[in-house]
T-cell receptor
Framework: EPEVTQTPSHQVTQMGQEVILRCVPI?????FYWYRQILGQKVEFLVS????????KSEIFDDQFSVERPDGSNFTLKIRSTKLEDSAMYFC????????????FGEGSRLTVL | AQSVTQLDSQVPVFEEAPVELRCNYS??????LFWYVQYPNQGLQLLLK??????LVKGINGFEAEFNKSQTSFHLRKPSVHISDTAEYFC?????????????FGRGTSLIVHP
């Protein structure tokens, strides 16, 4: 059964360091998403990506964040200079269509910023 | 803007007992509603969804949910839970809020089934 895969499962980094979280969406999906969940809080939308560009982003997704699809299979989230408050579980998701379509999620990447 | 409230952060229940996980949403327009489940060390997966039509929606693993527009609720129910239902459950809403169909999630409810 096709699935979304994410790496790494857990990353610990020092404040101010750059982090790249990687995702391989389901191959025939066209829409890609990043969400995050700070411990005990809501699952928050960060960004959606379609046709090789950002289609929507939330207020959380500031200049420190960027996404790209470098090679047609991977979908990456980069945090340029991590802050303590970036510590969270980051979920990648993909879907065939927006809105009514089901989102397929990866297992998440836990980021700990020290 | 749309939002989702899951009032219960944790729901403990004994095996074979019924359970209801509550979800309320706020939106000024028509919505689509979803319940996702996250088992330990796994990603979120879709349990069921309401798009239109019958307000009672049946999903996988014996779960069902009822859309109540007047109460802006979409509570999840199961008549008899199993140990394997222990997981985190997320309610989500999407709809044409400012032209966006990006799902908005609640904070989740942890269902703990005791033997």
């Amino acid at each position: 059964e096709p699935e979304v895969t994410q790496t790494p499962s857990h990353q610990v980094t020092q404040m101010g360091q750059e982090v790249i979280l990687r995702c391989v969406p389901i191959s025939n999906h066209l829409y890609f998403y990043w969400y995050r969940q700070i411990l005990g809080q809501k699952v928050e939308f960060l960004v959606s990506f379609y046709n090789n560009e950002i289609s929507e982003k939330s207020e959380i997704f500031d200049d420190q964040f960027s996404v790209e699809r470098p090679d047609g299979s991977n979908f990456t989230l980069k945090i340029r200079s991590t802050k303590l408050e970036d510590s969270a579980m980051y979920f990648c998701a993909s879907s065939e269509a927006p809105g009514v379509g089901e989102l397929f999620f990866g297992e998440g990447s836990r980021l700990t910023v020290l | 803007a749309q939002s989702v409230t899951q009032l219960d952060s944790q729901v403990p229940v004994f095996e074979e007992a019924p359970v209801e996980l509550r979800c309320n949403y706020s939106s000024s327009v028509s919505v689509y509603l979803f319940w996702y489940v996250q088992y330990p060390n796994q990603g979120l997966q879709l349990l069921l969804k309401y798009l239109s039509g019958s307000t009672l929606v049946k999903g996988i693993n014996g779960f069902e949910a009822e859309f109540n527009k007047s109460q802006t609720s979409f509570h999840l129910r199961k008549p008899s839970v199993h140990i394997s239902d222990t997981a985190e459950y997320f309610c989500a809403v999407s709809g044409p809020s400012g032209g966006s169909y990006i799902p908005t999630f609640g904070r989740g409810t942890s269902l703990i089934v005791h033997p």
